[in-house]
């Protein structure tokens, strides 16, 4: 009745358990955390838009203020912040490229004022950016230290590409 | 001679019903453990409902050992999220965030992906000639992680040994406690 291997797996089993039940308070502990951000995104400039036999290519830069402090609390381990061009061409219904992205990991951090960031061309398949309406969307995903992943999308703009191909200017 | 044969043998003073009975009980053990992982198969609707991270690769979200869950809903695959993929040819799943993708108007998909912690997309990686992901190649949509717990896989893996003996003490125990 009082063995060790008997008293050894109540204390496993049991430890087990409060670990789980620890967890699961960790997560529906998300429910208190205000998770409202306020962000402004928009076009800065388009750097570059061309094409190449059968695709287009375009650099742009965009603006960004966001504070997104109240996202950190005691299960966040970061944040991954992307900037999404999303459009509509005949050749898809739908394309989403990412145009920026960034790895938030300090809250003393988290209130971003940038102008003309960068990172990412945007690649069409195929023709169909001139003249077309894109869509500038901020997104972020959650990263807990342990838990569910989440991801959020909050800030549009839209801009439209000219209709001619800028001149190459190297 | 008998009575050697009966000091050495630490089973021979167990009735042989129990003996048979404990390995029903260790076969019951089994079959749950199949039953549980079968069912979470159903219910993620993924091949892999939970895979080990093993390399550097999305750091700092996930760390080699991470435990991750994973889940194939219907639903559109959309930028930023984080999935799971096999590559023709390659035995181990990659874990990655979709960069870019295309939906077709029959709801096909061309989907490239990169590491959080990579200098450049996956298309290296991909088969040669492959310059984009379908949904066919996606087998889990990561939804969840426990950091860490997954070492215990990777250290039974780079050392067999240790998986083994594990079971094989696993297996001692099992059969020589008497209820």
């Known amino acids: 009745m009082h063995s060790l291997s008997q008293r050894a797996n109540t204390i496993v089993c049991f430890g087990g358990i409060v670990l789980v039940g620890v967890l699961l308070l960790n997560v529906l502990s998300r429910a208190f955390f205000s998770d409202h951000v306020d962000v402004d995104i928009k076009l800065n400039e388009i750097h570059r838009f061309n094409t190449q036999r059968n695709f287009e290519y375009s650099f742009i830069s965009i603006d960004l203020d966001a504070n997104l402090e109240p996202l950190f609390n005691w299960n966040t381990k970061m944040l991954f912040l992307y900037v999404t061009a999303e459009y509509r061409t005949k050749q898809n219904v739908l394309s989403q490229v990412v145009v920026w992205d960034h790895i938030l990991t300090e809250k003393s951090k988290a209130n971003i004022h940038e102008k003309r960031l960068s990172k990412y061309p945007i690649i069409n398949q195929g023709l169909g950016l001139k003249n077309n309406t894109i869509k500038l969307t901020f997104n972020y995903n959650v990263v807990p230290i342990s838990g569910i992943l989440t991801r959020h999308q909050v800030g549009t703009s839209e801009f439209k590409f000219p209709t001619t191909y800028m001149k190459e200017a190297y | ?179």
């Open chain 2, 1 to 179: 001679m008998n009575d050697i044969i009966s000091k050495i043998n630490p089973f021979s003073s167990i009735p042989k019903h129990q003996i048979a009975q404990q390995i029903v009980n260790f076969g019951l053990i089994v079959a749950t453990a199949l039953m549980i992982w079968k069912g979470l198969m159903i219910f993620s609707g993924s091949e892999s409902p939970i895979v080990v991270v093993l390399s550097g690769s999305m750091i700092p979200a996930f760390f080699r050992g991470d435990l991750l869950y994973l889940n194939m809903e219907d639903g559109p695959f959309r930028v930023g999220e984080i999935v799971v993929f096999k590559i023709e040819g390659k035995e181990i799943p990659i874990v990655h965030r979709i960069l870019q993708i295309h939906e077709k108007e029959d709801g096909l998909y061309d989907i490239r992906t990169k590491g959080d912690n990579n200098n450049v997309d996956d298309v290296g990686l991909y088969s040669p000639g492959q310059r984009w992901l379908s949904r066919d190649h996606i087998i889990g949509r990561a939804k969840g992680f426990l950091p860490s717990v997954g070492m215990v896989t990777i250290v039974m893996h780079d050392y067999p040994q240790l998986k083994f003996f594990l079971v094989f003490v696993l297996a001692v125990f099992v059969l020589s406690t008497r209820e």
